[in-house]
């Protein structure tokens, strides 16, 4: 059965420095634990860092470039290029530009709970 999602589904959730908005749940996708979501990150602010113990994060860039950081690693990003963070990997994002940031993030074994900020 054909899915379509207009692109005014979904509200958007405002967060420090970025929001983000659902554009398909578990059920529009019929897999458990799945999420596919677009995030936005203000310039000049990031996201800050945090890790997920089970949940594997697919970083799609559409707009701008920032840096993701993985671990110790810094990633320039820019559209078109993807990235897949695994769990427990400490990440965060970057975005030094005076454009806004905007990805899409392909979520899997997503539990409610599973977001840890570093201090």
Same mark, same amino acid.
């Given at each position: 059965?054909?899915?379509?999602?207009?692109?005014? /589904? #979904?509200?958007?959730?405002?967060?420090?420095?970025? %929001?983000?908005?659902?554009?398909?749940?578990?059920?529009? *996708?019929? &897999?458990?634990?799945?999420?596919?979501?677009?995030?936005?990150?203000?310039?000049?602010?990031?996201?800050?860092?945090?890790?997920?113990?089970?949940?594997?994060?697919?970083?799609?860039?559409? /707009? #701008?470039?920032?840096?993701?950081?993985?671990?110790? %690693?810094?990633?320039?990003?820019?559209?078109?290029?993807? *990235?897949? &963070?695994?769990?427990?990997?400490?990440?965060?994002?970057?975005?030094?530009?005076?454009?806004?940031?905007?990805?899409?993030?392909?979520?899997?074994?997503?539990?409610?709970?599973?977001?840890?900020?570093?201090?």
């Amino acid at each position: 059965m054909v899915k379509y999602s207009k692109s005014n /589904k #979904g509200k958007w959730t405002q967060c420090e420095g970025y %929001k983000k908005k659902i554009i398909l749940d578990e059920n529009d *996708l019929n &897999c458990k634990g799945t999420l596919f979501q677009i995030i936005k990150i203000n310039p000049r602010t990031e996201i800050k860092p945090h890790f997920h113990k089970k949940m594997t994060e697919v970083f799609f860039i559409l /707009k #701008g470039n920032a840096i993701i950081f993985i671990e110790r %690693k810094n990633y320039r990003l820019k559209p078109g290029d993807t *990235l897949v &963070c695994h769990p427990n990997e400490i990440h965060g994002a970057k975005n030094s530009s005076n454009e806004e940031f905007e990805y899409i993030v392909f979520k899997t074994n997503v539990e409610k709970g599973d977001n840890f900020w570093k201090k």
